[in-house]
C-alpha cells in the first residue's frame, strides 16, 4: 500500500471574485502538476488517461478537493467552492455544497392530552449531532423548575435518540401521566450548541385534561338499532343485557 504512485494536481487560473465560475477538467487535460513518487522507479506520465497506456489497470484511489494555496504550485489561489460533479463514463455524482440550515421541530405532544402513557417527539436537522437538553415541566417553560421528566434538574430519563440521519435526528420519550396533576405542563427541547451556531430551545405547551365521562344508556331505545354496542365502557353483550342495565337503574332510581 502507498498513498499514491502519481498525483494529479490541477489548479484553477482566476475566475471572478464576485461571482462562481465554472471549471472543468478532463481525464486529458494535463496536469498543473504532478506528484511522482520517486523511489518506484515508474515516471508518472502528464495526464490520467496517459496512466492507463504507461499502467494498465491503473485506479484513482482517491479525488481530494483543496481550499486556499498549500503550496508554491497553487500560489494566489483563492475562493470558494459551491458544487463539484465528478463523471465517469455514463455516471455523474453531484456533491452540492449547500450550507445545512440548522432547525428544529416539536411533532408531539398535542395540545390536550389524557392522563396515562403521553409521547414526546422531537427532531433536530443539523450537520452533525448535538447532545440533546430536554424537559417536562408543571405550569411552567421556565428553566430548574418544576421538572417531572428530563435529563436536567436532576432527572435521568432516558429518550429514545436517533443520529444516523444528522438531517432527520429523532427524540421520543414516553412519559407516564397517569395520576400527575391536571393542567398545564410545557415540554422543552433544547438541542445544544457548537460555536458558531444560533441557538435553538423549543417548548410546547399542552394541558393535561380530564378523561371524558362514559356514556350510559337512560332510556330502552338507547340499546335498541344496535345502540347497545357503543356504550363500550360498560362491555353489553346484547341488547337485552343493556335494556336490562336501563330497567334496574330505572328502579332503584324509583326506591331513591
Ligand atoms: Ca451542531
Ligand atoms: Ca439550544
Known amino acids: 500500500m502507498t498513498f499514491y504512485d502519481c498525483r494529479f494536481d490541477y489548479v484553477p487560473t482566476l475566475g471572478s471574485i464576485t461571482s462562481f465560475t465554472s471549471v472543468n477538467y478532463d481525464s486529458d487535460d494535463i496536469a ?3 506528484g511522482d513518487k520517486a523511489s518506484d522507479g515508474f515516471t508518472c506520465p502528464a495526464t490520467l488517461d496517459a496512466m492507463e497506456f504507461s ?22 489561489l483563492a475562493g470558494y467552492f459551491d458544487k463539484f460533479i465528478i463523471t465517469t463514463e455514463g455516471d455523474a455524482t453531484v456533491y452540492d455544497l449547500e450550507p445545512v440550515i440548522r432547525t428544529a421541530t416539536i411533532t408531539s405532544p398535542l395540545t390536550d392530552q389524557y392522563p396515562g402513557m403521553v409521547n414526546f417527539s422531537a427532531y433536530l436537522v443539523d450537520d452533525d449531532s448535538d447532545p440533546i437538553l430536554w424537559a417536562v415541566r408543571q405550569g411552567t417553560c421556565e428553566a430548574s423548575t418544576s421538572t417531572v421528566y428530563g435529563n436536567v434538574d436532576g432527572k435521568n ?8 440521519d444528522f438531517l432527520n435526528q429523532t427524540f ?3 412519559g407516564d401521566m397517569s ?27 399542552f394541558n393535561l385534561i380530564a ?3 362514559p356514556l350510559l344508556p337512560t332510556t330502552k331505545d338507547q340499546c335498541k338499532k344496535g345502540g347497545w354496542t357503543t356504550f363500550t365502557s360498560l362491555s ?17 332510581g324509583k326506591r331513591d
Open 32 to 34: 498543473t502538476n504532478v
Open 55 to 76: 499502467m494498465p489497470g491503473s485506479t484513482v484511489k482517491f479525488i481530494s478537493i483543496n481550499l486556499g494555496d498549500t503550496s508554491s504550485s497553487d500560489q494566489g
Open 157 to 164: 430519563n432516558i429518550a429514545t435518540i436517533n443520529t444516523d
Open 172 to 174: 421520543s420519550f414516553e
Open 179 to 205: 395520576g400527575m396533576d391536571l393542567g398545564m405542563y410545557c415540554f422543552v427541547y433544547n438541542p445544544t450548541e457548537d460555536s458558531g451556531e444560533a441557538g435553538i430551545r423549543l417548548t410546547q405547551q
Open 211 to 213: 378523561l371524558p365521562e
Open 236 to 252: 353489553f353483550k346484547n341488547q337485552g343485557s343493556c335494556v336490562s342495565y336501563v330497567v334496574s337503574n330505572e328502579k332503584s
